[in-house]
């Protein structure tokens, strides 16, 4: 798709109709109880109506995004819950709450197993936003039809964007075969998620020094909604289009970069919390390795899947510029 005057402007609008939806109606609806306090699904205690307030919105503006966007609108749909979930991710509390109502090594362990749960709920949420604007309403307002997601040549507003075949479709440089196509995918999401992690722990760190050897931070110190928004946005935007550079795969696979990176964090952070009456840290106090995992998976998934999305139109906005 090439990136007109008019496409940023339908990508503005679809921004902001899924930013107003959920920052609005949705937040009344799944904000926490406790002012301030930090938004999850499944630590929140009504998981049941967070899940159906999301399948609601989220087909409303995945409808609104496709209907906007016209020729577009199997494309440029898929930003809508993104940028909804980006909403709550900026209006929720931080994680220090929930670490210090899991002041045990036992319940801080379950905690983080249970982000590492929903991380999946939210990836799903994003996946199927996307299939249902590219696979459902797009094809329902223009009647079928091929598209860019199919690295199929397309005409849009009198210009060609072309992504051609083996080369530029799934595959990237390997040139044929099943095989190569799924290396492709596979080390287009290994080097987007290697660019995402790294890049979070340098980003997402406390300024705030160690206070022991065993170098850990004060759980008031976790990163800000505003390092936060930088941090993720950062990562995943970076990361998405160093491997889209590379591996020309399809948008699906990158999202998975934020979930996975996030996977790590959280299953890493269970592992040290384990490791903490060894070593003799307070329930106050967190790990400096692992203080990129107090992003919430709302911020991760929300966040870092606009970064996401937007980082794979820039990168293919960059490959029909070079031709």
Known sequence: MYITAMVKIKMALVLAVGGVVFGTVGWALVRPEQPGGAFTVVMGGKAAGVLLSMAALGVVVCLAGSVIGTVHGRYIGQMAIPAGLTVWAIRTGSMDSLLLSHSSVASRASMFHG???????????VLLGCWLSERVFGLLLQGGGDGVGDNKIVEVSGEVSIAKKGKDSD?????????????????????????GFVLMKLLARSGVPHFNAAETIRVGNVPATKQIVFAVGA??????????????????????????????????????????????????????SVVFATVLPVQFLGIGSLATIVGFWYSTQMHHQQG
């Open 171 to 195: 595959g990237g440089w390997l040139d044929g075969g099943l095989n190569s196509k799924w290396l492709s995918r596979v080390l287009a999401v290994l080097i987007s998620c290697i660019i």
């Open 115 to 125: 982000l590492m749960f929903e991380v999946l709920i939210w990836l799903g949420v």
């Open 235 to 288: 990562a995943f935007f970076l990361g998405t289009l160093a491997a889209h550079q590379l591996f020309r795969v399809k948008l699906w696979y990158y999202l998975l970069a934020p979930a996975i990176v996030a996977w790590v964090g959280y299953a890493w952070a269970g592992y040290l919390v384990s490791l903490s009456p060894l070593e003799g840290i307070s329930p106050h106090f967190v790990h400096a």
